[in-house]
């Protein structure tokens, strides 16, 4: 009989009406990130980075714009560690080319900004101010 | 009387039908299509000279830009070419967590294909249930590399980090679930009488014309030819698991639906083998930091979501590759384009662009 199927589909969508809801209310409600969640800034742990600059070698597409500098012990500094969001494609090869473990992500996943200026930060700078709101 | 003449349409590059920003002109008589001539290049980014200033693991993530709704199909051909050329031994077990990474993202693409397919015959309905659906897959996806979409996880010599327990738990939830969204989607679309009245027996590829073209994957199957690389290479593991290629009979519109959905089945069984037999140990060969693979060139194929995936890579020695060359499916099988509109009514141009599933990212590259 035609027809027949219309109603047969039209049953599992009512079905579903009165069914579980399968997405969240966001803003007010969030979905946890992984553990592995590759996304938004690059959080740079300062004291422990020795200035390799290997990230910046690993990274394909040039994202990461570093400023090294040599004190006279021969001590190498970050100075500056500016990360183009633009540009990255969260491939994950900065972090895994460090040989110290002192990158991260922060799994921040709102990554959009009204400005392209928004799109480059400097790890460094976000590492003392987080280091400052600690103490 | 009145004076008629033949007038070309362009349909795209912003058309929603036309999955991405592929341009078709067709030429019309009336409502009837007397041609259609698809324009790409939209989409071109360059990726094949791209690789050639990066170096072999630098490679690897732009890989899933080529066909970014099946990423890791896109990553296991490209590290196998590698693997090949510098003769590399992938752990077994790696093997095994490719097939089932490869699997699931062969279902997900899947299911963009059913959700666009339905949303263009005018049924929004589809669209959600397919997206629902896949978004479980994207989320376990999430779990074992930390993207949904651009993966980035298997990588030359074995895949990034071992499978974790909430990974393959989750993998056999959703095996479990196959047969029931399977029955949803019998219920709520296949059985569906429009459905049916607008695929069957529209755009018909006949076996010769297939062939003709050297279409591959799901849109070749259909027209009833037994070609499927997983069974003729028996690449990686596949050759471990017992699986059928289901096939169609006249190569319609609606055969190729029905391949795809057995298709999903049969990956779920292949799911399932895969998660039963799972092999301890390494997930990662022993590949040094800086790759050289030696003088040479080589060639590997896989089994793409949309047919036969093939990368040809020429190396000089050094730490890059000197040329790369990619054999996209969807841009070879955008040929048959032309012959399956011919004779067809406009609103069945929809019907073919949608069964035809082309990826933009991967025709232009």
């Not at chain 1, 290997?54 to 714009?65: H, R, S, V, Y």
């Not at chain 2, 289901?246 to 799911?271: F, H, M, T």
């Not at chain 2, 089994?303 to 969807?330: A, C, Q, W």
Request: aromatic share 10%; hydrophobic share 35%.
């Amino acid at each position: 009989m035609w027809g027949k199927g219309l109603v047969a589909g039209l049953k599992v969508t009512w079905g579903h009406w009165f069914g579980k809801k399968e997405t969240v209310y966001y803003p007010e409600e969030r979905l946890p990130m992984t553990e592995r969640f590759r996304g938004g800034h690059l959080v740079l742990d300062d004291k422990k980075c020795i200035a390799c600059k290997l990230c910046a070698m690993g990274c394909p597409n040039a994202a990461l714009d570093l400023t090294v500098s040599v004190d006279e012990d021969k001590k190498r500094h970050m100075d500056s560690y500016k990360h183009q969001i633009g540009r990255c494609m969260y491939c994950d090869l900065c972090i895994e080319a460090c040989p110290v473990k002192a990158l991260s992500w922060d799994k921040n996943y709102e990554g959009s900004s009204y400005f392209k200026e928004d799109m480059t930060y400097d790890a460094v700078v976000e590492a003392k101010n987080r280091r400052g709101s600690n103490e | 009387m009145a004076q008629t003449e033949k007038y070309v349409l362009n349909m795209g590059p912003q058309h929603p039908s036309t999955h991405g920003v592929l341009q078709v002109q067709v030429e019309l008589d009336g409502e009837n299509i007397v041609g259609a001539k698809p324009i790409m290049g939209y989409l071109h980014r360059g990726i094949e000279k791209l690789m050639e200033s990066r170096t072999y693991t630098q490679c690897v993530p732009y890989t899933d830009r080529l066909d970014y709704v099946s990423a890791m199909n896109n990553n296991l051909g490209f590290c196998m070419a590698v693997e090949k050329l510098a003769s590399i031994e992938v752990p077994r077990r790696a093997e095994y967590i490719r097939v089932i990474c490869a699997e699931l993202n062969r279902i997900a693409s899947h299911h963009v294909f059913i959700g666009s397919l339905t949303n263009d015959l005018g049924s929004a309905t589809g669209m959600i249930y397919a997206f629902r659906d896949r978004e479980k897959i994207l989320d376990l996806f999430n779990i074992i590399c930390g993207a949904r979409m651009t993966a980035h996880y298997i990588r030359i010599g074995g895949v990034a980090a071992d499978a974790q327990e909430e990974f393959l738990k989750g993998a056999q939830e959703f095996v479990n679930y196959v047969p029931a969204m399977l029955d949803e989607y019998d219920r709520i679309f296949t059985g569906n009488e429009i459905f049916q009245a607008r695929m069957k027996g529209t755009s018909i590829i006949t076996r010769e014309t297939a062939l003709k073209y050297s279409m591959s994957g799901p849109n070749i199957r259909a027209s009833g030819v037994d070609y499927d690389i997983r069974k003729i290479d028996k690449y990686g593991a596949y050759g471990d698991f017992d699986f059928e290629i289901p096939l169609g009979e006249q190569g319609d519109n609606w055969d190729r639906y029905i391949v795809r959905l057995k298709e999903v089945q049969q990956s779920a069984n292949i799911i399932q083998q895969a998660l039963d037999n799972m092999p301890d140990g390494p997930v990662m060969a022993k590949v040094p930091k800086v790759l050289k693979p030696p003088k040479g060139d080589a060639y590997h194929r896989v089994e793409n979501t949309r047919g036969e995936l093939g990368f040809y890579i020429v190396s000089d020695g050094s730490t890059k590759p000197y040329r790369v060359h990619i054999r996209r499916p969807s841009f070879v099988n955008l040929q048959a384009l032309d012959s399956m509109c011919q004779g067809m009514l406009l609103a069945d141009a929809v019907t073919a662009f949608a069964t035809i599933d082309p990826l933009m990212g991967e025709v232009d590259c």
